[in-house]
């Protein structure tokens, strides 16, 4: 049973937000080939969480990053939540290094994320932030490729290196 079903419930609004929003912005926008050409302040954030290369290498990569949010947007709208113990052994204490939540695939593209008690002690947008983490695990199958962090924020700027790996790596979509 959660410690609060109404919190939860807000996370995962905030995290369809928060997918929605960044899918919105994606879609509006082509990238001109010419790199020259406008949009910087999205291709300044394509560039710092993405890795997006400049000119032409950018429409392809572009493209991929929106169909994997509109996976995300999917996911998120049909996932399930449910609430685990702090003796689960994917959960982890408050200050310790565990998980606040996990989600595994679930049936008919419909994950299920799990919260941990932890997930209680996180921020409210942090608790967003940690769904989209986790539907990207389950929703796009992928890991931490290229780099984890710790903890949100505790970077500023993600380490990963290139696209191949922010495009495999969960945290660029949390970011």
């Known amino acids: 049973r959660c410690q609060d079903q109404s919190a939860v419930s807000t996370a995962m609004r905030t995290a369809r937000q928060m997918i929605d929003r960044t899918l919105h912005r994606l879609q ?29 290498a950018s429409m392809g990569q572009l493209f991929e990053i929106k169909q994997n949010f509109q996976l995300l947007a999917e996911a998120a709208a049909n996932a399930r ?5 702090a003796q689960h052994p994917m959960c982890g204490g408050a200050g310790e290094l565990g998980h ?8 008919d593209r419909t994950p299920t994320l799990y919260v941990c008690p932890s997930f209680f002690h996180e921020t409210a947008r942090d608790q967003a932030r ?14 931490h490729r290229g780099g984890e962090i710790v903890a949100f924020g505790s970077c500023p700027d993600l380490p990963l290196r290139s696209f191949s790996d922010a495009i495999a790596n969960a945290y660029a979509y949390d970011a």
């Open 28 to 56: 509006a926008v082509n990238v001109p080939e010419d790199p020259r050409i406008g949009i910087y302040s999205l291709r300044q954030a394509l560039t710092a969480v993405f890795k997006v290369q400049p000119g032409n």
């Open 81 to 85: 939540s449910a609430c685990v113990s």
């Open 100 to 107: 606040s939540a996990f989600a595994e695939v679930g049936t």
């Open 130 to 143: 940690t769904i989209v983490h986790e539907l990207a695990h389950a929703r796009l199958a992928i890991a």
